[in-house]
């Protein structure tokens, strides 16, 4: 009984999660006429899947093909995850293995922009990008996002249980800092490495607000940003299209997530170092 | 092959005081053990000479140079950790080999070194191996064959048995001995525990709440302990310790009971009477002792009891031993350390 009760609850749970991804799935085959008057039947039509192959080579109207937005997207969320990784691991490492002057207060400088929403620092960090001259640049897309100090206080956390036996042995062995970093660091932190490259990854791609502003060039449209407009210019909104667009933007985090799964668990999971 | 010699080496962090001025000189391939209970600074005196601290003043001579400003690496001396610290993404012959990788010694000498080294440490068959799939001796043997792998001048061992059961550490303290003779290294092995010191050590240096109290071979230090605090830590069990008053050569215990003492002492009025419980003899004309507790070990006879005013007494008896409500004992003069009551000195003799 309890164990018809949980798989009740959890079987729930998933159609919650499911059910809005399946009439997406569902829509973009049917009538766009259709779904606007609220005639989206659960059943997939067939003869509609041919509007995948639409909207990835020619793209809502007036917008870039989706293809090309898609790309966008993946190189953005690529090098904001990478670019972040690289940068709060040398931070962390900084901050956690050596003794600097103000080390403390650098950490705790780090510590309060997290208490910063970003949407709070967006106009002067647009106005720091605008003085740079990276406004419509790829460089302005991702470099304003790398920074980031809930990667920087994750790495600390794993690299404070890191005995410092290892590294004093790394020390004796003759491992510079460098060394060490490389040949030690990082690949005993690889599993928590791999798991929050899917979270970071999956955190660029769904970037909304910065793209909106920072990049008015359509070549440099993202493809959340190519859905908002191809919902917005047209009096009459090609739904099926909206949502053929909207399940391939969910392809690529699905596939990192997919791929990434078994570092991804065994990152979140694993204790001993 | 190497000789060591700290000159007034001293540590403080803040206005703590870890270490204040050791002085200490090793013979070329010496094994001295460091024993102290912790908090006694023997870890810091060791991580000083590995170079994984600065001292705060006071220097080190490896071989007469002066080593105090040298990064750990340019030390030539290689240390096994008490955890062992292996790299866990590492193979074993990985682990052995990082020191060598790093300082970029050729591919063959370096197969040759891990081959040779394994041999020597019976772990041939789990080169390929990572630390998790070891067993604790295994990992222990590893960590060994790490620090041997570099040839180093020096060795330095920071409680290297203290993560192994009983049984593995019987055994690896005789192997860890055994492979220090063969090799003829300088060594400084750091430990709490007083069977490590008293077997692996050539000398051994007692170390009291951040002072040193004993320096000697480890035979003189148990049968001639400087003070009551050392008397109690080496030897197990551990020495009896009975108040009494001096009154020229006899010495009487709080229950009255007098013992002529084969010297005196004058200037000493109480002190601490210290005996062995293996030293401790049974006659029936003895002095009464109540019996608390009897533990059979099979080759001896542990016996906890009191004497008439109340001073705690433990007898050891060789061989299985019947024993009834009240043992009577006797205290042989010869047998007695004597030990100020105050400073817990030892008094001559």
């Known amino acids: 009984m309890n164990r018809a009760l949980t798989h009740g609850i959890i079987i729930l749970g998933v159609l919650l999660f499911a059910l809005p991804l399946w009439m997406i799935l569902a829509g973009s085959t049917q009538d766009p006429g259709a779904i606007a008057r609220g005639d989206l039947s659960l059943i997939p039509h067939w003869s509609g899947l041919h509007v995948y192959i639409d909207v990835l080579s020619s793209g809502g109207a007036g917008a870039q093909p989706v293809w090309r937005m898609l790309l966008v997207s993946f190189g953005m969320a690529l090098t904001i995850a990478v670019g972040k990784i690289v940068i709060s691991v040398l931070s962390a490492y900084a901050v956690t293995f050596f003794r600097f002057p103000f080390r403390m207060v650098a950490f705790w400088v780090i510590f309060i922009t997290l208490m910063l929403p970003p949407e709070v620092r967006i106009i002067p960090t647009y106005d720091v990008i605008a003085g740079f001259g990276m406004i419509n640049t790829f460089g302005g897309l991702t470099v304003p996002l790398m920074a980031s100090a809930t990667a920087t206080l994750l790495f600390r956390q794993v690299f404070l249980v890191i005995p410092d036996e290892l590294m004093e042995a790394a020390r004796m062995d003759g491992a510079g800092p460098w060394r060490f970093l490389r040949d030690i660091l990082l690949p005993v932190s690889a599993g928590n490495i791999a798991a929050l490259f899917v979270i970071l990854f999956v955190f660029g791609w769904n970037q909304y607000l910065w793209p909106l502003l920072v990049a008015t060039d359509p070549k440099l449209d993202t493809i959340v940003i190519g859905i908002v407009k191809m919902i917005g210019v047209e009096t009459q909104v090609e739904w099926n299209r909206v949502m053929a667009v909207a399940v391939l933007a969910l392809l690529p985090p699905v596939a990192v997530v997919l791929l990434m799964q078994r570092w991804f668990v065994a990152g979140l999971t694993e204790g001993e170092k | ?349």
Do not use: W
Request: proline residues 7%; contains cysteine.
């Open chain 2, 1 to 349: 092959m190497a000789t060591l010699q700290l000159d007034g080496l001293r540590k403080s962090f803040g206005s703590t005081h870890i270490l204040q001025g050791v002085d200490l000189s090793l013979a070329d391939g010496e094994m001295l053990v460091i024993v102290g209970a912790s908090g006694c600074g023997k870890s810091t005196l060791l991580r000083l000479v590995a170079g994984l601290e600065t001292p705060t003043s006071g220097s080190v001579l490896l071989d007469g140079r002066d080593i105090t400003k040298l990064d750990p690496a340019a030390r030539d001396i290689a240390m096994v950790f008490q955890n062992y610290a292996l790299y866990p993404h590492m193979s074993v012959a990985e682990n052995m080999s990082y020191g060598l990788r790093i300082r970029g010694v050729p591919k063959d000498t370096i197969r040759a070194k891990v081959e040779a080294t394994a041999g020597l440490l019976g772990l041939e068959k789990l080169l390929a191996r990572r630390p998790r799939e070891l067993s604790g001796g295994q990992r222990q043997r590893v960590a060994m064959g790490r620090a041997i792998i570099r040839d180093p001048k020096m060795f330095l061992f920071d409680e290297p048995l203290s993560n192994l059961d009983a049984a593995l550490r019987v055994q690896m303290r005789a192997e860890i001995r055994r492979l220090q003779r063969r090799l003829g290294v300088t060594s400084l092995y750091v430990t709490h525990d007083q069977v490590e010191a008293m077997t692996l050590g050539d000398r051994l240096l007692v170390r009291h709440q951040g002072v040193p109290v004993q320096f000697a071979p480890p035979m003189e230090v148990f049968a001639r302990p400087a003070t009551a605090y050392v008397a109690g830590f080496i030897g197990a069990p551990a020495m009896n310790f009975l108040p009494a008053t001096l009154d020229g050569h006899n010495a009487r215990l709080a229950s009255g009971h007098a013992i002529a003492l084969p010297n005196a002492h004058p200037g000493h009025a109480s002190v601490t009477l210290g005996i062995r419980p293996e030293n401790v003899v049974v006659t029936p004309n003895g002095l009464p002792m109540t019996v608390d507790l009897v533990e059979p070990l099979g080759s001896e006879t542990l016996v906890h009891g009191r004497l008439a005013d109340g001073t705690p007494l433990l007898v050891k008896q060789s061989g299985a031993m019947p024993v009834g409500e009240v043992l009577y004992v006797d205290l042989p003069p010869a047998e007695l350390h004597v030990f100020d009551a105050g400073n817990g000195q030892r008094l001559a003799a």
